[in-house]
């Protein structure tokens, strides 16, 4: 299957922690990568391989992967995490790069 | 820094084809990374679209294969995208971005184009 498939929203409250999962078979041979996206602007990676994070990333931003599904977690949620967040990987035939459906992420 | 700029008409008739081009600037396109082009349709999720590395070998999305050419022109450091026969369904923002070599995620991406295909 070439589909990565995440849950629409969650929320979580100011401070407290959320994961967002990410599933697909590619993903039992391939890592996710993860990008937050803000209104009107353009992606940002915040998660590659294992569990890597870019320079400038808070650690509070971590990943996580376990057979067909990958996550992020976000510790001690800030307003400024409230974004949309998606997954990428390759398909199955690796080949193709394939996003996942996105999850809205609500700081409440 | 290596930085993304897209370029390209705003506005493709249907039945057209859009052209859009990126600029890399603070990096050359020779380096070993793979170049992407990246959609995104008014209020929905992120579409992968293709990629080429500087060699001019490309990878397509199997959903858009039969519309879309990528290439490269290593003298003017940018890469472009065609995309034809367009139809409303094609209006998005379209976004190149950067395959972080041996990283397998897009670590730098333009700031983004809105191109709105209608007559």
């Known amino acids: 299957s070439s589909e990565l498939t995440q849950d629409p929203a969650v929320s979580v409250a100011l401070g407290q922690t959320v994961r967002i999962t990410c599933q697909g078979d590619s993903l039992r041979s391939y890592y996710a990568s993860w990008y937050q996206q803000k209104p009107g602007q353009a992606p940002v990676l915040v998660i590659y391989?294992?569990?890597n994070r870019p320079s400038g990333i808070p650690d509070r931003f971590s990943g996580s992967s376990s057979g067909n599904t990958a996550s992020l977690t976000i510790t001690g949620a800030q307003a400024e995490d409230e974004a949309d967040y998606y997954c990428n990987s390759r398909d199955s035939s690796g080949n193709h790069k394939v996003f996942g459906t996105g999850t809205k992420v609500t700081v409440l | 820094q290596v930085q993304l700029q897209e370029s390209g008409p705003g506005l493709v008739k249907p039945s057209g084809t859009l052209s859009l081009t990126c600029a890399v600037s603070g990096g050359s396109i020779s380096s070993s990374n793979w170049w992407s082009w990246v959609r995104q349709p008014p209020g929905k999720g992120l579409e992968w679209i293709g990629e080429?590395?500087?060699?001019?070998?490309?990878n397509y999305n199997p959903s858009l294969k039969s519309r879309v050419t990528i290439s490269v022109d290593k003298s003017k450091n940018q890469f472009s995208l065609k995309l034809s026969s367009v139809t409303a369904a094609d209006t998005a923002v379209y976004y190149c971005a950067r395959d972080w070599n041996g990283h397998d995620a897009f670590d730098i991406w333009g700031q983004g184009t809105m191109v709105t295909v209608s007559s």
């Open positions: 391989g294992k569990n």
């Open positions: 080429i590395y500087h060699s001019g070998s490309t």
